[in-house]
């Protein structure tokens, strides 16, 4: 199986700061690889596709970039809605694996 | 606008089987590969498999002894079964459409809990 690790696992930041998330593949996963929005309690979204294509409705704040085996979400300007756990997934290769999660958090 | 919605039993005792049933309203099965992605209370998303509107399925190879999907056409649904689940079964289960990318509509999840 392809192992996807999140760094960091918890980001401390305030509204308006940039924040950047990171992923990497145990393999190369080419650009087969989307992140997703989970709020507490709530289902995930899917924010980004194909590495960096923004799902449909998704604010332009976020965007996302990489190949091969590493891969980064961006947030421009965290708003308050984006307090939420971030995980990516690889879909190069089945079965299809998610990383461990990231948590951003108010500081 | 595709939308799911999934149901089934919450409760479940060791050894018995998980079953549960997701609804696509809006849109057809045709087409598509649908998905079930389990998360245990506090942890990450596991997907455990698919199935195509044909019947066609890939599963998690570490669940695969265990797994069962299928889909009806004629009720534009498509359903779960895990078998002799125990306590590590426990978690929000997601029925998700895989369209061009994973998982761009999800249902409402459901949480299964195993236990005696």
């Known amino acids: 199986d392809i192992q996807m690790t999140q760094s960091p696992s918890v980001v401390y930041a305030s509204v308006g700061d940039r924040v950047t998330i990171t992923c990497r593949a145990s393999q190369g996963i080419s650009k087969y690889l989307a992140w997703f929005q989970q709020n507490p309690g709530k289902v995930p979204k899917r924010l980004i596709y194909s590495s960096s294509s923004l799902h449909t409705g998704v604010p332009s704040r976020f965007s996302g970039s990489g190949s091969g085996t590493e891969f980064n979400l961006t947030i421009s300007s965290l708003q308050p809605d984006d307090f939420a756990t971030y995980h990516c997934l690889q879909h190069f290769t089945y079965p299809w694996t998610f990383g461990q999660g990231t948590n951003v958090e108010i500081k | 606008q595709v939308q799911l919605q999934q149901w089934g039993a919450g409760l479940l005792k060791p050894a018995e089987t998980l079953s549960l049933t997701c609804a696509v309203y809006?849109?057809?099965?045709?087409?598509?590969?649908w998905s079930w992605i389990r998360q245990s209370p506090g942890k990450g998303l596991e997907w455990i498999g698919e199935?195509?509107?044909?019947?066609?399925?890939n599963y998690n190879p570490s669940l695969r002894s265990r797994v069962t999907m299928s889909v009806d056409t004629s009720k534009n649904q498509f359903s779960l079964k895990l078998s002799s689940v125990t306590a590590a079964d426990t978690a929000f289960y997601y029925c998700?459409?895989?369209?061009?990318?994973?998982?761009?509509?999800w249902g409402q999840g459901t949480l299964v809990t195993v236990s005696s």
């Open positions: 809006g849109g057809s099965l045709s087409g598509y590969y």
């Open positions: 199935v195509n509107g044909s019947g066609s399925t």
């Open positions: 998700a459409r895989v369209w061009y990318a994973p998982f761009d509509n």
